[in-house]
């Protein structure tokens, strides 16, 4: 299933806060995508958002951004080239590996592709990379305002029409993609390559896959379109091409569902096993007595995929468990007319100075604030009795005494 869509930020290769969006699918994440746009295009453009529904459907997560000067990124569009672009991509990489994970796939549409073929070179994690209806050359964009190159080169710079739209397009772009050689970055791409064309593309031919695909070295792939557009304006070709690079992928990525997991948790009888997964940064898979599987993770806020619960919300969790099973015990132990018990939980870091009933005097205490609401027709006196009973629930005893931890590190 198609997971949710984070809007998040970060600065591109020009200093500039580039817009961008996370889709995340349900669950662990297999692996991170990293994909970029065609020519003026923007993250929203239906290509990009159903390839990246297609590939959340098969566990990917992707990252799909406004190249600087474009969409609602910052910066201006004119002083943007090529060169900008393929920083662009790179920086976006750098902030999935600190945030996320780095990514291992990396797809480019239109000059898009272009553009990936230059900066996967320079990502290290990058093992599996797909151009869809990409140029063989930076340069092939220019036929789109190939009426003003000559006043361009004259004066500096232009005002041209793409795609209905205005846009400045100053010489040093001109000169900048003129300048690409990107033959040679195709040839030392030392990663699988999957191209992606349709043979009937009006806006970049047919043989440009052809000059991708003979640079290439092996593993690389071709994959027929068919009678797409070079839009993708159909969902189905859209939805065809994020199906076929995931199946594709699982070769290189080791994905499938037929592979050894780090997730492949020893259960034992009489305790909990938490073991990382090797899904993003923080997923660890946890195993209960052999008997009961829970995920942990973090946020991706800081880190994580948010495929689970944190470690303070097991916390929560355990005391807010123990005190609803407390209360129900004594209370049918007592015959008291209790419906149901609710228990809600927050924990937040407080200043020490901030805690009169503390020890500690200085620095960060932990808070855990515990609302119980209690529903049935109960006197006052029983409500009362309910309450504190859960006050000695076996959990709370655990969290306010001394309570002692052993380690020990085992081959």
């Not at 990252?63 to 943007?80: M, P, V």
Request: glycine share 8%.
């Amino acid at each position: 299933m198609a997971g949710r869509s984070e809007k998040i930020s970060f600065p591109g290769a020009l200093g500039e806060d580039l817009a961008a969006r996370l889709d995340l699918p349900e669950g662990d994440v297999k692996a991170c995508a990293l994909f970029a746009h065609c020519f003026t295009c923007t993250k929203d453009i239906f290509a990009a958002s159903r390839i990246a529904e297609g590939l959340n459907t098969n566990g990917i997560a992707v990252l799909r951004f406004d190249f600087t000067g474009l969409g609602a990124s910052e910066g201006e569009f004119a002083n943007t080239n090529f060169t900008s672009n393929v920083g662009d991509l790179v920086a976006a990489a750098n902030y999935m590996r600190d945030h996320l994970s780095a990514p291992k796939i990396i797809i480019g549409h239109s000059l898009g592709g272009a553009a990936v073929l230059a900066a996967a070179g320079d990502i290290d994690e990058i093992e599996c990379v797909c151009t869809i209806g990409a140029p063989s050359d930076p340069h092939h964009v220019s036929h789109n305002f190939k009426n003003d190159i000559d006043k361009i080169m004259a004066e500096g710079e232009a005002d041209v029409t793409l795609v209905g739209r205005p846009f400045k397009i100053k010489k040093q772009f001109l000169e900048d993609i003129e300048g690409q050689k990107l033959s040679e970055k195709i040839s030392n791409l030392r990663r699988a390559l999957l191209v992606f064309h349709s043979p009937i593309d009006a806006t970049v031919g047919i043989e440009n896959a052809q000059e991708i695909y003979v640079a290439a070295k092996h593993p690389k792939s071709f994959v027929s379109l068919d009678t797409a557009d070079h839009l993708l304006s159909k969902r189905a070709d859209a939805v065809y091409c994020a199906n076929v690079i995931a199946a594709w992928a699982e070769r290189y990525l080791g994905t499938g569902k037929n592979e050894s997991s780090k997730s492949d948790i020893p259960a034992i009888e009489d305790g909990v096993i938490v073991q990382e997964t090797g899904q993003g940064k923080f997923s660890n898979a946890i195993s209960i007595g052999g008997r009961h599987a829970l995920k942990a993770d973090e946020p991706v806020s800081v880190g994580g995929n948010d495929s689970g619960p944190t470690p303070y919300d097991y916390l929560l969790t355990a005391l807010g468990a123990c005190k609803s099973m407390t209360m129900r015990m004594y209370a049918d132990r007592k015959k008291f007319p209790l419906d149901q018990a609710r228990v809600t939980l927050r924990h937040e870091k407080i200043h020490a100075e901030d805690c009169e009933a503390c020890e500690t005097e200085e620095g960060r205490v932990d808070q855990i604030d515990v609302e119980i609401h209690l529903e049935g027709d109960l006197t006052d006196e029983q409500r009362q009795r309910i309450y504190e009973i859960a006050e000695r629930c076996p959990v709370h005893q655990s969290l306010k005494n001394e309570v002692s931890l052993k380690s020990k590190l085992t081959d």
